[in-house]
């Protein structure tokens, strides 16, 4: 089978993104399962860049409640009020959130306290509503940059634009 996942640590981020992003169309092509895909992003994402935690959190309540979805990790908190936290700033706002440094965030949620920077990104769906958050946490400060956002902002856009 060639669906193996990919340890992509020391390749530049941006051929990384590439190679990452090639793989997991291929292997969510004719997929129509949002937590199937969630599932599978959130393995290859893990794997290929060795972060602290991948996963999602889901919209159960729009515009007011979180809740954990497929991730790789440790524990995750199970809910997320949205405002709360990285994530739910990012939902609230509807936009990419980078953290280089986790404590100097107000009100950042500490689920792993090993976690030092972070990424959430937005994950909207076929009509543009917001269905979940994209949260990378790392163990080291200023692991996300422009170019993360604009790699998993990218990946993230399958959400909307798939076709299957
Ligand atoms: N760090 C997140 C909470 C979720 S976990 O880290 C898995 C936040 O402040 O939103």
């Keep these: ?19 990452l992003k090639t793989h997991a169309l291929a292997i969510l092509e004719g997929v129509d399962d949002d937590i199937c895909a969630m599932a599978t992003m959130s393995c290859l994402l893990h794997h290929a860049f060795g972060h602290l ?32 936290g990285v994530c739910g700033t990012s939902a609230a706002k509807g936009e990419t959130v980078v953290v280089s440094d986790v404590h100097a965030f107000p009100g950042h949620i500490t689920c792993d306290g090993r976690s030092a920077s972070e990424i959430v990104v937005p994950v909207y769906g076929h009509n543009r509503e917001l269905i979940a958050v994209l949260d990378i946490d790392s163990e080291h400060k200023n692991t ?5 956002r604009a790699a998993l902002e990218d990946l993230m856009a399958w959400f909307q634009h798939r076709t299957a």
């Design 1 to 19: 089978m060639a669906e193996v996942t990919l340890d992509l640590r020391g390749q530049p981020k941006t051929e990384a993104y590439a190679e």
């Design 53 to 84: 935690w991948t996963g999602f959190y889901r919209v159960v309540t729009p515009g007011k409640l979180l809740r954990v979805g497929p991730y790789q990790g440790t524990l995750g908190c199970l809910e997320i009020t949205f405002g709360k």
């Design 144 to 148: 996300f940059d422009d170019v993360d």
